[in-house]
């Protein structure tokens, strides 16, 4: 049956495929409508112009990392060529470190709104900075103080939790997600919640089946017991706008490779709690934040890159009013190119027989997820299906992706986890059908 879907090979069966659906796929018939046009976008992503077979790629791995623009790669290229040096030091490349780090903080603060440019705080990625920020925070425990994980987030922002509160005799409480559609039971969080609570470790929007958290609703109860918020915003970055002093939490966590910059991570933290909680560092280090939090020489080449990133994101909001103006613009305009193409996808995905579709698929209801699924095709394994699409150059993920409370609330763990689709701003409909058709054939 493989051998022959090869043969036949996704492009034969794409104008069949689409007659099949009628005018579902035609713009004018879509409920979700935008305005940005991803072709002028995507030619400034080298990446994006890759070939398998003869075709363009297609990726559809962006939940696991997203492409880069030239911009990107030049910023990286100009400090590299420029020289640079590690900070603090009384010379011209040591200076030159210096402004990259300010430039780079300052963008940060304008991505997520935050309050000052000593609020961010830059490492290797999000998974190192939660493991140091959990060893502080835990440093604060008693035996007896609880804190509650949920089982929609990736493991990042789980296991550093369980590991400090075994090791400080805290009692760990787990907020469930609804099985039917995936989204996180907020209602049970009070129940959950008392005087003895110390933090709530809880995700935007989970990296497995795209489901969106109400983080402000989340935040206020948290924070009525006197707890910290501890949000990973790792899969909703690029998707969706972050304004940290909006929702009033306490510590916000991404990494930039995630929306179109490099390896790195990035805190927010409100600046009292970054001042007060003591830091694991060695001891010529600053006491002052961010410094205090940010152990070892910074990968300065990747912090030009971070600037060069946000100014992209940036651009598509136009060049009106300040970055953060922009950034609001562009963040619109991509969530709802982002809501159309999962229209597009879902409306096609229900005309496959065999696959299932985990997570929001009321098309009335896409505000509250990414345009990330997390699928089954039944008489295939999950990496079945992704070795077919990416022989097709279509690149997806199989797997739990980290997200292990996910799969095992599912019953999916041991029967390989999903397939993941994931969509970004520089996707285009035709993508979605290329998808959609290579998998209408396997399920021939």
Known sequence: MIDELSNLGWRYLLPTYRQALGNCYNSTTMKTKTTLDPIPLRAQFPALQLEVGGEKAVYLDGPGGTQVPQSVIDATSGYLSHGGSNSGGPFLTSHFSDEITSAARQAMMDFYNARRPEEIVFGQNMTSLTFSMSRAIART??????????RLDHDANISP????????GVTVHWLDFDPTDCTLRLDSL????NEKTRLVAITFASNAVGSITDIKRAVDMIHEVGALAYVDS???????LIDVQELDCDFLVASVYKFFGHHVGVLYGKYELLDKLTAYKVRPASNIPPGKWETGTQSFESQAGVTAAIDYIASIGDSDGTRRERLVRAMASIKQHEMALSEHFL??????????VYGITDIENLENRTPTFAVSLEGYTPKEVATKLGEEGIFVWHGDYYAVAVMERLGLQEKGGLVRIGFVHYN???EVDRVLAALAALAK
């Open 234 to 240: 790792v899969h909703y970055a690029p998707h969706g």
């Open 141 to 150: 425990w008693q035996p007896g103080d609880e804190i509650v994980v949920t």
């Open 347 to 356: 409306t096609g995905a229900t005309q496959i027989a065999g696959l299932r």
């Open 161 to 168: 939790w369980l590991l400090a509160a075994e090791a400080k």
């Open 190 to 193: 009070p129940s959950l919640l």
């Open 428 to 430: 285009t409909h035709e």
